[in-house]
């Protein structure tokens, strides 16, 4: 990693944590011998800082973030905020950089790598005092030491319970999508291109991995955010859709009125004998609580309740009507 991107994300780590409630004397303190360290220090804090209120004042024009009165600072308009962040490097000379790390540029991490099979589950304890909850079918790298804390996801989903650690954010890179925390519970899936968060405690805050502080969204508790790209959708306070989305840590599936298409498709994550639905009954709603790893007793629900035929082969079971 080069100086110019540690004092870059050191700034922005610094932003991060003064939102953060228990913000004391003390911690500004530390902040302020930071930034008087070094012009390049102050330089960048300036700018991260420059630039989180240039995006408040441009979206106060228009309507493009959450609601939300917890927190101060709001997911923008990503054309805006890219055009706000462009005239600031330009003015202060220094280009653009991605952020997108990965581990070939970070040798000195400790890389390990843990996964699991369909319908496996793995409960992971890191070295800092945190604990991941890797569901079916999931792929993590873990990078933790004494300076930093970083995920890959590269696929699946995992369920994250952070232990706080003053100064130091723990950070998950989930494609182009990165979260970012310093103590909380959340969850964290991967579905090719699409990502989904769901925030059970804290604060978290999500950017497309490009540039940390040009399109970020800070979501809370309750509240579940799909991003694709540089698009970011939230779905504020919605505590049931959260609780329905952990499930799986129970070993359930609950679905709200779903097409059976889609509760079809979250049977086969985590079962090796596969639901293949036909056509003409893939739009029935369904809803309700399922135990995940009981495929066949699902599908005689689905006898029972809508008449619905299926016939069982050795590793696939078709439902029609």
Request: hydrophobic residues 40%; negative net charge; without cysteine.
């Amino acid at each position: 990693m080069s100086r110019h991107r540690a004092i870059e994300d050191k700034a922005i780590d610094w932003l991060i944590r003064k939102d953060e409630p228990d913000w004391s004397e003390g911690d500004q303190a530390e902040l302020d011998a930071w930034i008087g360290e070094s012009m390049a220090n102050r330089a960048a804090y300036l700018r991260a800082e420059y630039g989180w209120a240039e995006a408040e004042r441009v979206k106060s024009l228009g309507d493009w973030g959450k609601p939300d009165s917890s927190s101060s600072r709001q997911p923008m308009g990503r054309w805006w905020l890219g055009a706000i962040a462009a005239s600031i490097l330009a003015v202060v000379g220094i280009g653009t950089y991605s952020f997108a790390p990965q581990l070939a540029d970070q040798p000195q991490l400790r890389e390990a790598r843990f996964d699991t099979p369909v319908g496996g589950r793995k409960v992971i304890n890191l070295s800092d005092g945190s604990k991941i909850d890797l569901n079916t079918q999931s792929v993590v790298r873990t990078a933790v030491h004494d300076k930093r804390r970083a995920v890959w996801l590269d696929s699946g989903e995992a369920y994250f319970e952070v232990a706080h650690r003053k100064g130091e954010p723990f950070v998950v890179y989930a494609g182009e999508q990165t979260i970012t925390v310093l103590g909380t519970k959340f969850s964290v899936r991967r579905d090719q291109d699409r990502v989904t968060v769901n925030v059970i405690e804290g604060r978290v805050r999500i950017d497309d991995g490009h540039n940390r502080y040009t399109n970020g969204a800070i979501i809370t508790a309750g509240d579940t955010a799909i991003a694709r790209g540089d698009s970011t959708l939230i779905a504020a306070k919605s505590e049931e859709r959260v609780e329905n989305a952990l499930a799986w840590r129970d070993g359930k599936l609950t679905f709200n009125l779903v097409p059976l298409s889609e509760a079809a498709a979250e049977f086969n994550r985590y079962n090796r004998t596969q639901l293949i639905i036909d056509p003409s009954a893939a739009d029935i709603p369904i809803g309700g609580i399922f135990q995940a790893s009981n495929v066949g007793a699902f599908a005689r629900l689905l006898h029972d309740a809508y008449g619905l035929k299926f016939e069982q082969d050795d590793d696939r079971i078709t439902i029609s009507s």
